[in-house]
Nanobody
Framework: QVQLVESGGGLVQAGGSLRLSCVAS????????MAWYRQAPGNQRELVAT???????NYADSVKGRFTISRDNAKNTVYLQMNSLKPEDTAVYYC??????????????WGKGTLVTVSS
């Protein structure tokens, strides 16, 4: 099994910044793509940003130019730097990783989420 643990959420004023981190641990053989999703109250979970093992990135239009996803493969960690935050960015942010464990089972894994609240 592979575990993902997010950190870095909190309360911030509009225009402020936060940096989320997600560490993968456990019986990891390899990690392919990693991503951040978010879910606001009453809304479906949506993709925020993805990053491949090689560092290629993609972003939702709503966060382009404000958020930056990065990863440290040696530390099995993915980050989300969030700048110019808006109240509509308020959500629970979830880390996702497509990983192969030591039994060579390949599947997506999810963290439990970290809450980001942006006040106006």
């Amino acid at each position: 099994q592979v575990q993902l643990v997010e950190s870095g959420g909190g309360l911030v004023q509009a225009g402020g910044s936060l940096r989320l981190s997600c560490v993968a641990s456990g019986r990891i053989f390899s990690i392919n793509a990693m991503a951040w999703y978010r879910q606001a109250p009453g809304n479906q979970r949506e993709l925020v940003a993805t990053i491949t093992s090689g560092g290629s990135t993609n972003y939702a239009d709503s966060v382009k130019g404000r958020f930056t996803i990065s990863r440290d493969n040696a530390k099995n960690t993915v980050y989300l730097q969030m700048n110019s935050l808006k109240p509509e960015d308020t959500a629970v942010y979830y880390c996702n990783a497509d990983a192969t464990d030591l039994s060579f089972t390949y599947m997506p894994y999810w963290g439990k989420g970290t809450l980001v609240t942006v006040s106006s």
